[in-house]
């Protein structure tokens, strides 16, 4: 990994969500990994797998990583 790298997630992270973008964190994945909401960064929105059918059905692109 270049050093740095999370520096720069973390940064296109913020202006993500300062241009009005939505960033979305799946509940279970985070469980499986032992993160906690308050490991996120201020901003994202949590979901479950209900919510993850209705935003896609909804948008006409998506990121998914």
Known sequence: RPPGLFSLHSVLLHETLQKGGEINVCIPCMKKRNLE???M???VRFIAGPDLIAILNDCDKALQL
Request: hydrophobic fraction near 35%; avoid cysteine; charge should be negative.
């Open 37 to 39: 909401e308050k490991d």
């Open 41 to 43: 960064i201020a901003g």
